[in-house]
């Protein structure tokens, strides 16, 4: 089993939609968790970044934390074009960063 | 703030051919330093990261090498590259109050 787990997709979903994406993970000794977003032929960019457990929101992108169940989400309100990416989930714990594998996101006008 | 840099941003190699990827950090010291691997379509692979100068650890086998000369300066290295080296080389640190890491623009290297 992968320390983290994260559907491939891709999620293909129309403009104005609200868009949740997902990560599931076994080491309940991460503390931080973090969204990146990732467009074609660069580098992943920091989205979002949560300590421990609860939500976070940030204009269109609230990312949630449930410890017990061991699952983090992001969540894009009136989700847009430009928003087509690849999406990330990272956990950290003592410098070491666990990655998802990516969520291939796209947003049809 | 903090930059980071990476050259080249494209390289095409042949095979059995030397390999060196340069990353530079800026306006912060001491940081913590990571190289990944990203083939296509897929998530990253963490081959080295370095906590100071001298010091690297290697999460993955291969014909691979990295170096840190200088505390904001961190090489990837291959006497010979393989066909399977391909794929995006991508630089981070790492800010140490969240653990959060940072990266540079990537190095989509061919090996051909």
């Known amino acids: 089993q992968k320390e983290v787990e994260q559907d491939p997709g891709p999620l293909s979903v129309p403009e104005g939609a609200i868009v949740s994406l997902n990560c599931t993970y076994s080491?309940?000794?991460?503390?931080?968790f973090m969204w990146y977003r990732q467009y074609s032929r660069k580098g992943p960019e920091l989205l979002m970044y949560?300590?421990s457990s609860g939500n976070k929101e940030d204009g269109r992108f609230t990312a949630q934390v449930d410890k017990s169940s061991k699952y983090i989400s992001l969540f894009i309100r009136d989700s847009q074009p430009s928003d087509s990416a690849t999406y990330l989930c990272?956990?950290?714990?003592?410098?070491?960063?666990?990655w998802g594998a990516g969520t291939k996101l796209i947003i049809k006008p | 703030s903090q930059t980071i840099h990476q050259w080249p941003a494209t390289l095409v190699q042949p095979v059995g051919s030397p390999l060196s990827l340069e990353c530079t950090v800026e306006?912060?010291?001491?940081?913590?330093l990571y190289w990944y691997r990203q083939a296509a379509g897929r998530g990253l692979q963490l081959l080295f990261y370095?906590?100071?100068?001298?010091?690297i650890s290697s999460e993955v086998p291969q014909n691979l090498s990295a170096s840190r000369p200088q505390d904001r300066q961190f090489i990837l290295s291959s006497k010979k590259l393989l066909l399977s080296d391909s794929g995006f080389y991508l630089c981070?640190?790492?800010?140490?109050?969240?653990?959060?890491?940072?990266f540079g623009p990537g190095t989509r290297l061919t090996v051909l």
């Open positions: 981070a640190w790492v800010e140490h109050s969240t653990d959060t890491q940072y």
């Open positions: 306006g912060t010291s001491n940081p913590n």
């Open positions: 370095s906590v100071g100068i001298g010091q």
């Open positions: 080491n309940s000794a991460f503390q931080y």
């Open positions: 949560t300590y």
């Open positions: 990272a956990m950290a714990s003592n410098y070491q960063l666990i």
